[in-house]
């Protein structure tokens, strides 16, 4: 079955702190893999997307494929940061075309 | 570029009763998600449309349905409600073939009581 666990629901850092958003899936095939944010009174937007190897508002996230991570981090957070982040794959072929198999997702907090 | 968006924001129903939600896809997109978002969870897959025929779908009962249309807007609908169906729809929609970057709509709160 398709899982994706995220361990912490929710995290607190202060302003300037390095953060590390964690995410383990498990997941047949060969997964394209995402990270969704929605700040408060937003809509769930699209952060960045492995395939892509970008680095959007300072956040990077790495792929292992032998410990099936794909973890979120950022050198020096910012208040602005505070959101929800969900981790999701997905795949790009068969019957789960475009799913996205969310996370239970992760309350960043960063504080002054 | 027009955004996602979904009718109504809010709805209020009773078991036993049906509903019926509306996405607006993103314009250039022809792929429609819908997903279940219950409270302090994460989304959850429903299906998705694409091309106007059902293209996948999550572990929800045949009582969920919908439909997309030739302008690639869709529907969601419940027969049957019940009071776990209490949740937050989102519709996501996007350009096959993209990597399936999905863009979400504000959704619509529906509350069975």
């Known amino acids: 079955a398709q899982r994706v666990t995220q361990p912490e629901k929710l995290l607190s850092v202060f302003k300037g702190a390095p953060v590390e958003l964690k995410c383990n899936y498990s997941y047949s095939g060969s997964p394209e893999l995402f990270w969704y944010v929605q700040y408060s009174r937003q809509r769930l937007q699209l952060l960045l997307r492995?395939?892509s190897r970008e680095s959007i508002k300072g956040f990077t996230a790495d792929l292992n494929k032998g410990e099936t991570s794909f973890h979120l981090k950022k050198p020096f957070a910012q208040e602005e940061d505070s959101a929800m982040y969900y981790c999701?794959?997905?795949?790009?072929?068969?019957?789960?075309?475009?799913?996205?198999?969310f996370g239970q997702g992760t309350i960043l907090t960063v504080h002054p | 570029e027009t955004g996602v968006t979904q009718s109504p924001t809010h709805l209020i129903k009773t078991r036993g009763q049906q509903v019926t939600l509306r996405c607006s896809s993103q314009?250039?997109?022809?792929?429609v998600s819908w997903y279940q978002q219950a409270l302090g969870q994460g989304p959850q897959f429903i299906f998705q449309y694409y091309r106007e025929e059902e293209n996948g779908r999550g572990n929800f009962p045949p009582r969920f349905s919908g439909l997309q249309f030739p302008n690639y807007s869709s529907e969601l609908n419940v027969n049957a409600l019940e009071l776990d169906d209490s949740a937050l729809y989102l519709c996501?929609?996007?350009?096959?073939?993209?990597?399936?970057?999905?863009?979400f709509g504000p959704g619509t709160r529906l509350l069975v009581l």
């Open positions: 996501a929609s996007s350009f096959r073939g993209s990597w399936e970057t999905q863009y």
């Open positions: 314009s250039g997109h022809n792929t």
């Open positions: 492995h395939i």
């Open positions: 999701a794959p997905t795949v790009a072929g068969g019957t789960s075309y475009g799913k996205l198999t």
